[in-house]
């Protein structure tokens, strides 16, 4: 059986690629530090291992750690892994920022969740309610070979698809395109305005709107609106009111620089701010 070190394992994302793997085709080993993931694991039926008895044999180490402690973590675990093993981590932006361990004779691979689509239909209403994934709801999955063969990121691909069942596609790119895709469009780009239509939404309704009222309306607007930009309804445009409301509102809301979050030098100035 193929040998997985999962470092990290009590976690949040930890436990949630532990659920999905403590009964899958791998050997699992399960490293953590902190009582409170040690406990979290155990309620999940599963018993930590000792660092130096698993890593040296392990043929897949998953990296489950935060990206403030990937540079520490991987220059403790990375020295003790057997030449040709594949290290995976969880996020672009460590790998992105040079924060990772230099090994030559190990394969690398990135791998990263899109969370279930907004455009998902699910059987029943608590996969509907699966929002982030790797439990009910299905969604996609992108995936670079930062450093090795086509047959590592085959492994890679096999490994991704378990821990974040269930998944649909999994997207080959680069590391490069993945800190494109985050931080700099769905965080610093995405999350920003998001918070910023929430905060908008709190004003209206202390401007007097009922709050059950506006929040309904908002998020029936985001749903159609949605719906139109994506192309999920063919031929649907938006209004004539509401394009002269975007014309007028771009310029007064949006600074025309914008576009600078996705150049090379701004996106790893996002990335190390992160890391």
């Not at 532990?18 to 309620?43: C, H, I, V």
């Not at 002269?244 to 701010?273: C, H, T, Y």
Request: with cysteine; aromatic share 6%; hydrophobic share 45%.
């Amino acid at each position: 059986m193929t040998k997985v070190v999962l470092v990290g394992a009590g976690g949040k994302m930890g436990c949630r690629i532990t659920s999905n793997l403590k009964n899958s085709k791998y050997a699992m080993s399960y490293l953590e530090l902190s009582p409170e993931g040690q406990k979290r694991l155990a309620d999940l039926g599963v018993s930590v291992s000792i660092a130096d008895q698993v890593l040296q044999d392990g043929d897949i180490v998953i990296l489950a750690v935060p990206d403030v402690a990937i540079e520490t973590v991987s220059a403790q675990v990375i020295p003790q892994m057997k030449p040709g093993a594949l290290l995976v981590t969880l996020d672009p932006a460590a790998a992105f920022a040079g924060k990772i361990f230099p090994r030559e004779d190990i394969a690398i691979y990135v791998t990263h969740p899109a969370h279930p689509s907004i455009f998902n239909w699910e059987p029943d209403e608590q996969a509907q309610r699966d929002f982030f994934g790797g439990s009910l709801a299905r969604q996609v999955v992108v995936s670079a070979i930062m450093q090795g063969s086509e047959a590592d990121y085959a492994i890679g691909d096999e490994l991704s698809r378990l821990m974040y069942a269930p998944v649909t596609k999994n997207y080959k790119i680069t590391v490069e395109q993945m800190g494109l895709l985050e931080p700099a469009l769905v965080e610093t780009l995405c999350s920003t305005l998001q918070v910023i239509v929430r905060e908008a939404l709190d004003i209206v309704i202390e401007k007097g709107v009922p709050a059950d009222a506006a929040r309904d309306f908002l998020l029936g607007h985001l749903n159609i609106q949605l719906a139109v930009l994506y192309d999920q309804i063919p031929g649907a445009v938006f209004s004539d009111a509401a394009n002269k409301a975007i014309v007028r509102g771009k310029p007064l809301l949006i600074k025309e620089s914008w576009r600078e979050v996705f150049e090379p030098d701004n996106v790893m100035e996002q990335i190390r701010d992160i890391t």
